[in-house]
């Protein structure tokens, strides 16, 4: 029966190592795309995600496969993105399956994120094949990968499918084992409907487009469904598959994997990991592993011009009918006027974020430097969440500050060992653990600060190890911190956008630096202006941005016109991300300073 015949598998892998080809490849072999759309990625859908060359949004694809045992079958493979800030949708897309490709680039062996996506296909028992792909490449070591697979991850690797992705071989191996190895779904089609949301996205006709993987029962058009874990109801009016062209159908049952529509107006209703259910014959149980998810980092985003504050409300508001993880509310900032405090998986999302907002729609920003949320402990026995450093209460009503840890699993030659041990111990890391990968390659495991990986971690650590550090982590909770609020002050005013929170041992020297860089950072003004760094009323450090003196036109020695004005364009230009705070303007950069400050 038709059950037999369905496979629902994902591909995992670090970044880079090729998931996103060998995803065209396969569509490509099972016929699903004609020459013409070959062309482009197919699963990376925006044009953000092609240029940053990463996966942001899952998504499902339903193909069709004639076997070598002549049999034809339904592949349901569910595209996962490839970064840290969005492992719980990983795990989400892998609970649909019953299977994963596991992508290892032959050169570059096991990386942190490889481990990472192995773990979370463990925890939903997946069946786990091993692709060794870019055998094509003079550098690769297809059996010293083997080895690595099954020494590092525990993995059988005897049967790893040598493949390469960009020139087509291997294909049709990996496709054969999917059929063969991959448990086909099983579950009751008789029990009331339960279906896992592992993706939604919003479809300016349509409203919300619902991915989700039937584990009981049946969705049918017309069905009245329930949201289990906010209790809303809705109409299907629409199910069906991607082929990857959407193809619609009357129903999906038990297994299956497919879309619905059901008048759906905000993704923030379709929650990925929730359960739907009939909403007239509903089950008992969600189905396991949903979480609410929080946001991990916030900055404040500020339009350069204030008239332009309603089109941001406006970006956002559109930005967020596609983005359940992004959240926003207004905020005010004595420095740069009305804006918004928003809230992001991570860095990667935050940058996604403002990207989308200059790009498609127009507005110039200033954002502040990204904070995490502290826990402030207060005499007064209420603990407050700190999400903007400015709110930070004055030092008499704090008992104690918790700031959130990760667990950071860093592969790293053993050149580097020294190099990065010394990151992390600068950056506060607690040192856990040390294994070695081969003869070569060591896991270093460390707890450290979130605040601390925020910053600029990862730039220094592949830096640091001319790029051939990979690197993945967990929140793993909140500890006690020696925190202090330091403030900056440009002509003698605070300025509550550029304060920031900083360990105790550390603030001299980071007040110190900031004040340095924000000298060169802002430009001389007509008149002095001191900038300043303090904690409380205490000021740890000065630097004095001097006067101008030249009139910038006097340059141009009078003559030529154009050159004139291509300089004053470039001041314009300019001018547009400078904050004018009191009678000072404040670049972009400014407000960004404290990331790159060490
Ligand atoms: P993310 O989407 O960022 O997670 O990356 P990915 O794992 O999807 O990798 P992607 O498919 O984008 O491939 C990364 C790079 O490796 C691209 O430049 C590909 O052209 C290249 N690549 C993929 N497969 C092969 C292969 O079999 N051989 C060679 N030589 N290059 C490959």
Redesign the pocket.
Known sequence: EKLKMIRNFSII?H????????ADRILEYTGALSEREMTD?YL?KMELEKER???IKLQSVRLKYKAKDGQEYILNLIDTP?HVDFSYEVSRSLQACEGALL?VDAAQGVEAQTLANVYLALESDLEIIPVI??I??PSAEPERVKQEIEDVIGLDASEAVL?????GIGIEEILEQVVEKVPAPSGDPDAPLRALIFDSYYDSYKGVIVYMRVVEGTVKKGMKIKMMSTGKTFEVTEVGAFTPHPVLMDELSVGEVGFIVAGIKNVKDTRVGDTITDANNPATEPLPGYRKITPMVYCGMYPVDSSEYDDLREALEKLELNDASLTYEPETSSALGFGFRCGFLGLLHMEIIQERIEREFGIQLITTAPSVVYKVYQTDGSVLDIENPTLMPPPQKIDHVEEPYVRASIMVPNDYVGTVMELCQSKRGQYVDMKYIDTNRVNLIYELPLAEIVYDFFDQLKSGTKGYASLDYELIGYKPSNLVKMDILLNGEVVDALSFIVHRDRAYHRGRALVEKLKKLIPRQMFEVPVQAAIGNKIIARETIKAIRKNVLAKCYGGDVSRKRKLLEKQKEGKKRMKSIGSVDVPQEAFMAVLQVD
């Open positions: 892998a970044i880079d190592h090729g998931k996103s080809t060998l990625q990376d060359g990463i996966t490839g992508v792909n870019k094509d490449l493949a390469s992705a960009k020139a």
